[in-house]
């Protein structure tokens, strides 16, 4: 059973910044690409950011320059800064992880952006 511990969202202020966390357990298995989404209220579900193992990454255009993932593959945890903070940005930010050939998700942690 793959587990997730997800930390760091909350209220922030524009122009402020935010270190979110996912940890992943639960797996024997090498874990695959991981990264976050995020979903505004009456929104679809879009792309963050994703790191592979290897360290490729990906970022959404909305979010290029503003936010930085990293990984530490010996903990199985990924982390999203999130700096220069936008209203825009307010939303439901999911991990994911990939093992065992498909994706699984975190519940999400709220991440709010206002003055």
């Known amino acids: 059973q793959v587990q997730f511990v997800e930390s760091g969202g909350g209220l922030v202020q524009p122009g402020g910044s935010l270190r979110l966390s996912c940890a992943v357990s639960g797996s024997a298995s090498s874990i695959g690409p991981m990264g976050w989404y995020r979903q505004a209220p009456g929104e679809q579900r879009e792309l963050v950011a994703t790191?592979?193992?290897?360290?490729?990454?990906n970022y959404g255009d909305s979010v290029k320059g503003r936010f930085t993932i990293s990984r530490d593959n010996a903990k199985n945890t990924v982390f999203l800064q999130m700096s220069e903070l936008k209203s825009e940005d307010t939303a439901v930010y999911y991990c994911t992880a990939y093992l065992w050939g498909q994706n699984y998700w975190g519940q999400g942690t709220q991440v709010t952006v206002s003055s």
């Open positions: 790191i592979t193992s290897l360290d490729r990454i």
